[in-house]
């Protein structure tokens, strides 16, 4: 994966509504936003309108609409498996599990890929003199070991894996799509391609198990959506010296006209031969890169196909930012991609002090949900396709969680406001379907009776809890909405609040 910082772009959707209705009626304490303040077709975005046939030039590209189903799944299995998953070490990294901390790393720029955390990035973290990294595998392999002798383990290890065991799971606990990566930057393909590698013998090219067909078809059966991640901008068989600081990231991006045509004719075979609903590239791809037809080429052969911000060119489907949230609604569909702890690859070296609680994991996905993202969330295999228990456990936690208040989830769009709270400052997050909103509590309450501040209820509106019957009492108390919660709050984690018709938020100017 890559550093967020760099290539993150934040919009923020603008309360223009507020600000016109400020002018006009400036003495009063406070404004009533109706519904009218965003569209629901794609929290405001206007859907584009498709062409018969995409062309290789970017106003025909920009035409093409994010699908319905990526806009209502809100909810990805990433997955991180292959040579450096037979190592699983990186250093552990310390600090708030719900994102990283990147400014620590700014005070010392080669920090990060000294003590890297992330446990994919092992070919290139052994390549740095002195780090933890290099220390480890002198200590465990040997001077000698080179990183491609760990082919022969992961080949065999890998026979015992059952795709379709994965894939059950994934529909289990409530995932409605799938990215696996195809070939990460130590430039290893999970696919038998018949586009050779020129600097890696025969034997060295990639699995011998065509992981990504097995996969797909098995995610498939399931009625989920498969998507393929391919590092376009790093490749380290191409460019071998080591990444040291972050500006390394754009100028270890292979420009030659070779790598050009190899990573082309990579993603090319992977969408004629798999047809993913997501082109998932990472990093950057090189100049000289044929994108332009590729993107086109993909739409018409894949029309309700998404392609991700991560080529660096002028057209994208959705951004993806890492390890990382945004504090308002953003207008651009969005999708943050993070581990279960702070490595996408398996590192053994991680224990549970490094990774999400259930609590954190479920607060973590209604928070982006409730801004116009999805969540991304990675698993990091064994090299024989075992998924961590802890990994398991926390995925299970989420599914069962889904499974009582998943109404608030899927197929909903942000409100006009994400963040709310009650009188006792517990966190609240909002969604919409239909003439409903759902006001999600993002941890229990003290007592039954509560108060979600600046909620402006209509009379006759219904108010229930999701996985409790009946009807929740309620009263409109000053610019407040009063609740009397039931005795039994159902579930764990966060609580849902259904309110239908929908409500007024109440702005104070």
């Known amino acids: 994966m890559r550093h967020p910082q760099a290539f993150a772009i934040v919009h923020h959707w603008p309360d223009e509504f507020a600000l016109l209705r400020g002018k006009v009626i400036q003495r009063m304490a406070f404004v009533l936003v109706g519904i009218t303040l965003l569209g629901t077709s794609a929290m405001g975005q206007s859907p584009a309108t498709p062409p018969e046939k995409y062309k290789p030039d970017w106003m025909s590209l920009r035409r093409h609409p994010v699908p319905k189903w990526f806009q209502d799944a809100k909810f990805g299995i990433f997955i991180h498996w292959g040579l450096y998953s037979v190592p699983a070490w990186a250093p552990t990294l310390k600090g708030p599990k719900q994102e990283i901390d990147w400014e620590q790393f700014t005070a010392d720029p080669k920090k990060w890929f000294r003590e890297n955390p992330y446990a994919e990035w092992y070919l290139n973290s052994m390549k740095i003199e002195g780090s933890p990294t290099w220390k480890h595998h002198r200590e465990t392999y040997g001077e000698k070991f080179d990183y491609l002798d760990f082919i022969p383990t992961f080949n065999r290890e890998v026979q015992k894996w059952n795709p379709d065991e994965w894939a059950a799971l994934f529909r289990e606990v409530g995932a409605r799509y799938v990215v696996l990566i195809t070939k990460h930057h130590d430039g290893f ?31 498939r059966a399931q009625g989920l959506k498969m998507g393929l991640y391919y590092s376009g901008g790093l490749d380290w068989s191409f460019v071998g010296a080591p990444i040291l600081v972050f500006s390394d990231l754009f100028s270890h991006v292979p420009q030659s006209e070779e790598y050009a045509n190899y990573a082309d004719a990579q993603w090319r075979e992977l969408i004629d031969r798999y047809q993913p609903s997501v082109l998932w590239d990472d990093i950057s791809y090189p100049k000289k890169g044929d994108v332009l037809d590729l993107f086109a080429d993909y739409y018409n052969r894949v029309p309700d196909g998404i392609i991700n911000d991560r080529f660096q060119v002028e057209h994208s489907d959705f951004t993806t930012p890492e390890y990382t949230q945004y504090s308002k609604i953003v207008e651009k569909k969005w999708e943050t991609c993070r581990g279960l702890g702070f490595s996408f690859g398996y590192n053994q070296a991680e224990g549970p002090e490094q990774v999400l609680s259930a609590g954190e994991l479920v607060r973590l996905l209604v928070d982006i949900v409730s801004k116009n993202g999805n969540l991304l969330l990675n698993i990091g295999p064994k090299p024989d396709g075992t998924i961590p228990q802890i990994q398991v456990e926390r995925l299970r936690a989420l599914g069962e969680w889904l499974r009582m208040n998943g109404e608030a989830i899927y197929e909903t769009r942000p409100w006009v406001w994400a963040e709310g709270r009650t009188r ?44 409790a019957g009946g009807d929740i009492p309620w009263l409109r108390e000053g610019k407040d909405l009063r609740l009397t919660l039931p005795e039994q709050l159902p579930g764990s984690y966060a609580y849902v609040l259904k309110i239908t018709p929908r409500p007024w938020k109440l702005l104070r100017e």
């Open 189 to 219: 393909t999970l696919w038998p391609s018949s586009v050779h590698n020129p600097h890696r013998r025969p034997d060295q090219q990639g699995a011998q198990r065509d992981i990504v067909g097995n996969l797909t078809k098995a995610v």
């Open 424 to 467: 006792d400052g517990v966190g609240v997050r909002f969604t919409q379907k239909g003439d409903s909103v759902y006001a999600i509590l993002l941890d229990k309450p003290q007592g039954r009776e509560i108060t979600i501040e600046s909620l402006w209820a209509d009379p006759g509106t219904r108010i229930q809890m999701l996985g």
